[in-house]
């Protein structure tokens, strides 16, 4: 598509500014970029402060914890070894050798007794949500398993997605920690830590200097602050949830942290959208030319693994842990109650903004959201930093933002 109007734009500037102008019950701040196949920023703007109570403007440099928009990436390193040969997305005995944590994990029952799985964990499985890994802000009974110590997936250790599965491998769909341990599969193949890896392989071919699990100290310098809406809808300042990584920093200190492929990045959002850039353009960068992936590559991660679930994200995910997210009914509701499906690492869905049916996308568990239609040649990101999960305000947003550009993709 080409550059938008000079009216969606401001009405785009409009809108994000308006969402961040209520200083105690509005978004604290935001960064929105919205990029096309060859990499041009459509709209790239910064709205609000750094934190609740900060003066500090957020500025386009601002740099996010992004959670689990870090799963997308991820599944694009996993990929490339797939393309070479080194891993395979339907070989469980592999998985297994590889990852011996796999080959023993046993499977919650309800009355919270653990039976052994009937069937091995592929690397399709964990990509996909389908290995019976689950978390236990998403899942109750997950919980409520390893009390009094329980688990804190953010912890930087691997003791917390050292869990239970929540049921046996390929007869359901639960969101999880399977892509923390398709990361740990890719670091033992590779001898790379996984932070590593994408550094060589992904980051540095696009040129992206502002993306890394163990953000630098320029990055952290330009940290947007963390913040919880309270349930009048107020905002607090909140300590940051995944603070290992921020606060190691010596090459020994690092390596006793896990990785985390699920959620374990730091980003400056435009930097983002050029890995977006770079799926609409079908694996190839627009800007360096760097091919990452191969384009038969970038149409399986956009197709629909999981047929035989069409309704996996209206089964509901409860607040089980209330203090990181709100409860969810429909993970994005699409008229009509069409199928919905879900890609190599990611969730596949039209909707009522005009985005097409094949839109890949996702979000991040301090109300990030990105989505990236490769038919229509346009992606975009909306990153803020409140807890918890699922923030209307930002949900607003980020369907205002969408709908604003598709209308004028219509005109």
């Known amino acids: 598509m080409g550059k938008l109007s000079a009216a969606t734009v401001k009405s785009l500037q409009q809108v994000t500014d308006e969402s961040c102008a209520d ?98 964990i592929t690397l399709r499985m964990l990509l996909t949500h389908t290995a019976g890994f689950g978390y236990t802000f998403f899942n109750t009974k997950l919980r409520d398993y390893n009390k009094p110590i329980g688990y804190d997936e953010f912890s930087g250790h691997i003791y917390d997605i050292t869990q239970p599965l929540v049921h046996q491998p390929g007869e359901g ?22 932070n590593d890896y994408m550094k060589k392989h992904i980051f540095e071919p696009l040129g992206i ?60 959002p435009r930097e983002y959208a050029q890995i977006l850039a770079t799926l609409l353009n079908d694996g190839k960068s627009p800007k360096t030319g ?63 903004s005009g985005r097409s049916a094949s839109t890949g996308w996702w979000a991040g568990l301090c109300n990030c959201w990105w989505w990236c239609d490769r038919e229509k040649g346009v992606a975009g990101i909306v990153t803020t930093q409140i807890l918890p999960f699922v923030d209307v305000k930002v949900l607003n947003l980020w369907a205002n933002v969408e709908t604003a550009v598709y209308n004028e993709l219509r005109q």
Not at 173 to 194: C, F, H, K, M, P
Not at 328 to 333: E, G, H, L, R, S
Request: with cysteine; glycine share 12%.
């Open 290 to 352: 760097a091919q990452i992936l191969q384009k038969a590559t970038v149409d399986e991660m956009f197709r629909n693994q999981i047929p035989q679930f069409p309704d996996f994200g209206r089964q509901g995910i409860p607040d089980a842990k209330n203090w990181l997210t709100n409860p969810v009914p429909d993970i994005y509701p699409i008229p009509d109650n069409k199928p919905q499906g879900w890609g190599l690492t990611f969730m596949i869905s039209g909707g009522p």
């Open 173 to 194: 769909w639960q969101y999880g920690v399977g892509i923390d341990w398709a990361g740990i599969l890719l670091e033992r193949v590779t001898g790379l830590s996984l």
């Open 23 to 120: 200083r105690e019950n509005g978004i604290p701040g935001v960064n929105v970029v919205v990029v096309d196949k060859g990499g041009e920023e459509l709209f790239a703007h910064a709205a609000g402060h750094r934190g609740v109570g900060s003066s500090e403007p957020i500025t386009l440099d601002s740099i996010f914890w992004i959670a689990s928009c870090t799963k997308m990436i991820t599944g694009i390193a996993c990929m490339q070894l797939v393309e070479q040969g080194k891993l395979a997305l339907d070989d469980s005995a592999q998985v297994e050798k590889i990852c011996p944590e796999l080959k023993a994990v046993g499977v919650l029952q309800d009355d919270g007794t653990i039976v052994e799985k009937k069937r091995g």
């Open 209 to 268: 200097e502002n993306i890394s699990m163990f953000p630098t100290e320029s990055m952290k310098a330009h940290l947007a602050h963390m913040q919880f809406r309270n349930p009048d809808g107020t905002l607090s300042p909140y300590d940051h949830p995944h603070r290992r990584p921020l606060i190691v920093t010596t090459e020994e200190e690092k390596k006793g942290v896990l990785n985390s492929g699920g959620a374990g990045c730091f980003a400056k």
